[in-house]
């Protein structure tokens, strides 16, 4: 038996050049994939982070641009939680034997400032007719003062939720921004009766406020009225109603709008209201609508009026601006030029149109409403019953609610700032995958003393 000579095992280090080159070559091709992998992830990186930006940019316009937002709140809300609206009653036109004249000017100056239909139909010649009239400033007229007759004589019968009552009580004569007038429900009346201003609890006709007017006042007779429908704590309505006939029926159609207090975060040229406590001692809507009519009308004539609301002259628009004693006094011969620009100095419009040309510009005044306040929508009809002989020499007005129920709108915070917070976070999850708390570990592990131990 042979004995077999024994060899040792080759070393490791002996098959270095023969196995070395080969690790190390696959080595260096798993760090260049991953290199790859690494710097392939980086536009991909980027263009997530652009994305999640752009997308919360258009997120964030709903809440700077599309905050408030106004909803039905309600479909059966009852007329008895609202005011009756308050009305405003202006002769318009008069006739006169006596003074013929005199009560033609006294129209064809009612007909221009509040535009009615008469205004459109008027031409050169009738503001050429009355040019010896310096100023139409009629608290100076006999006209004026002859219509300053007493309540008892003014009208013939009053009723108030079908109950006959003493027309001086309800209604109180007075002033409106031009011109002699008897209002109901309005705030001269806030200092009458405790239970101002008064509601109702039904609808339909002689439900509200019935009147019977005499026609005959004194030497003149009235041939056209003015209704005005407005809020109690307003001067001006949605608008007026002008009518010559015998019976003129004012169906109202309110509309309820109130708003969250969250709403006031947002500016006034956003949600376009006033809450309570942002309105100005002594100043309305009616009042700031009023002076910019005013003012745009003194801007294109050039002259001013001297009305029981007086307002503030805007001198950046207005040249040569003075004091309202300095400058000249609208009279007659100006009629023409507020024809031309058609705009009633108590026009109820927030919008001013001075489109000429067929090219269609506006003014916006700017005077925004309470968030907390009614309007009040009329459609009106009228009758004639001129055949009886107990109506010729008499106008009825019956204003009441056309239903018992009514819409009531709500601004509520249509986007949130939590929202907005939700928003952000949600897009970055879902585009980028990031969170607050996955942001949070990824900084604590970058402390040693806060890294988890591998294999724990």
Avoid at 57 to 73: A, D, K, N, P
Avoid at 114 to 130: G, I, V
Avoid at 322 to 350: E, T
Wanted: some cysteine.
């Amino acid at each position: 038996m042979s004995a077999t000579a024994w060899k040792p095992e080759p070393c490791p280090e002996d098959n270095d050049d023969d196995h070395g080159e080969p690790k190390k070559q696959k080595k260096e091709e798993a760090s260049g994939w991953v290199s790859t992998r690494r710097y392939a992830r980086i536009p991909l990186k980027i263009l997530a982070a652009l994305v999640t930006v752009y997308v919360c940019m258009l997120s964030s316009e709903r809440y700077f641009y599309y905050w408030v937002q106004t909803s039905i709140e309600r479909t059966d809300m009852h007329v008895s939680e609202i005011d009756f609206p308050a009305v405003t009653i202006i002769p318009i036109h008069l006739r006169s034997l006596q003074e013929a004249k005199l009560s033609e000017a006294y129209n064809l100056v009612q007909s221009v400032i509040w535009q009615t239909p008469m205004s459109a139909r008027l031409t050169e010649d009738n503001f050429t007719e009355f040019a010896y009239l310096d100023s139409w400033d009629m608290n100076s007229w006999d006209i004026y003062q002859s219509l300053q007759v007493n309540c008892q004589h003014f009208f013939i019968e009053c009723q108030w939720r079908r109950q006959a009552v003493n027309c001086c009580d309800l209604f109180t004569p007075t002033k409106t921004f031009n011109g002699f007038a008897f209002e109901f429900n309005s705030l001269v009346s806030s200092g009458k009766v405790d239970t101002w201003p008064w509601s109702v609890a039904a609808s339909g006709s002689h439900s509200g406020l019935y009147v019977k007017i005499r026609r005959q006042q004194g030497v003149y007779t009235l041939n056209t009225l003015g209704v005005i429908v407005h809020e109690p704590t307003q001067y001006l309505g949605m608008s007026i109603d002008y009518s010559s006939e015998d019976r003129i029926v004012v169906p109202v159609e309110p509309l309820r709008f109130t708003a969250e207090l969250e709403v006031r975060s947002r500016p006034v040229q956003m949600r376009r209201c006033y809450f309570a406590n942002e309105i100005p001692e002594g100043s309305s809507r009616s009042e700031c609508i009023y002076k910019c009519h005013f003012n745009y009308i003194l801007s294109k004539c050039n002259c001013s009026l001297e009305l029981p609301v007086k307002a503030t002259l805007d001198e950046d628009n207005i040249t040569d601006a003075k004091a309202s004693n300095g400058r000249r006094i609208c009279g007659v011969k100006d009629l023409s030029c507020f024809n031309k620009h058609r705009l009633s100095l108590f026009s109820m419009s927030n919008i001013i149109e001075e489109s000429r040309d067929n090219v269609f510009t506006t003014v916006d005044c700017g005077c925004f409403p309470q968030c907390d306040h009614t309007q009040y929508h009329t459609s009106t009809y009228t009758e004639k019953l001129s055949t009886h002989s107990t109506h010729g020499a008499e106008i009825e007005i019956d204003v009441y609610f056309q239903e018992e129920t009514l819409f009531s709108y709500r601004s509520v915070l249509r986007f949130t700032l939590i929202d907005l917070m939700v928003s952000f976070g949600g897009i970055a999850g879902l585009i980028m995958g990031i969170s607050v708390l996955g942001c949070f570990n990824n900084i604590l592990d970058h402390f040693a003393c806060c890294r988890i131990p591998q294999g724990s």
